[in-house]
């Protein structure tokens, strides 16, 4: 079966036969397999776009490694991880220490923080990886922007530089944009938004701790977060939402705040 192109796939492809760098192709090639006809006379195309895909990206990251030496990004810990980019001096470190348990070094001179600085920021019982990378921009540092959940830009007037410095790197994380001023309330409540994340409590006899989970997750997720054995042996959830308590199943979406204890089988 012929695939007919759209012209959307054409524009890409040529982006792509024209891109300088393999960070580029993989922009433009991604965008290709989005756009590219889903039919069955087009999955061997498909395929074969997916594995070129796999290849620009592990050559990345074998240039990565080789660059950055003996840093390969930072691990993920926490529920989420949020990278702050800003330009030099703007007051990322300040913030990084208002709103996490990080004493980063902060100085009136430029290029201060040398090294990603790491903290983490408490949210509602929730810990929230935070990672301030070094205003030189380098690919190694572009690269924890690059894989985080989010990219905090903090900007004191306009954000129209940074922001042009991380489209012109491909950064494509989500990003919220951080007013130095802001007060740590307002920065704190803005990232957690961002993140398009929940709280739900998981409910252990009297006890209750906080979990996050997607927007939209269902008791399954959740359950799934306490241990994976418990879906196998899964009963029924006993949910309360507000003053309403009531019996749900493992597909039952939940919601902000919603209060749930997981009933297993008898073995
Ligand atoms: N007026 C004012 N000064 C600030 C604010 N935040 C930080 N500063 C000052 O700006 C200077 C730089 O602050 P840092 O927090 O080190 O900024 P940075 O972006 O981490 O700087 P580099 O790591 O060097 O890129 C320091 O002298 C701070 O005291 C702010 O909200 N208002
Ligand atoms: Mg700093």
Not at 98 to 120: L, S
Not at 146 to 163: C, E, F, M, P
Not at 205 to 228: Q, Y
Request: with cysteine; proline share 3%; net charge positive.
């Amino acid at each position: 079966m012929p695939v007919n192109f759209t012209a959307e796939y054409l524009k890409a492809e040529q982006k792509f036969l024209n891109a300088k760098t393999t960070e580029e192709k993989i922009v433009y090639l991604e965008e290709m397999i989005r756009v590219c006809p889903k039919h069955k006379g087009a999955e061997n195309l498909l395929a074969q776009l997916h594995a070129k895909l796999a290849k620009l990206k592990r050559e990345v990251e074998r240039a990565s490694k080789k660059n950055g030496g003996k840093r390969e990004g930072i691990r993920k810990e926490g529920d989420a991880q949020v990278c702050l980019v800003g330009d030099v001096n703007v007051g990322k470190s300040s913030i990084l220490k208002k709103i996490t348990n990080a004493d980063p070094e902060i100085d009136e001179y430029p290029y201060t923080t040398v090294q990603p600085e790491i903290g983490m920021m408490d949210y509602n019982g929730v810990k929230i990886q935070i990672v301030e990378i070094p205003s030189t921009f380098r690919p190694e540092y572009m690269a924890i922007a690059r894989t985080a959940d989010l990219v905090a830009v903090v900007y004191n007037g306009s954000h129209k530089h940074i922001d042009s410095v991380l489209d012109s790197m491909y950064i494509r994380t989500k990003r919220v944009h951080i007013n130095v001023n802001d007060n740590v309330e307002r920065i704190k409540n803005k990232i957690w938004k961002s993140l398009n994340l929940i709280i739900v409590y998981t409910k252990n006899g009297k006890d209750t701790s906080p979990m996050a989970l997607k927007k939209g997750s269902i008791v399954r997720d959740f359950t799934l977060h306490i241990h994976k054995d418990f879906v196998k042996n899964f009963w029924y959830a006993r949910l309360w939402r507000g003053s309403k308590e009531k019996q749900v199943g493992l597909n039952y979406i939940l919601k902000d705040r919603d209060v749930v204890e997981v009933k297993t089988k008898m073995k």
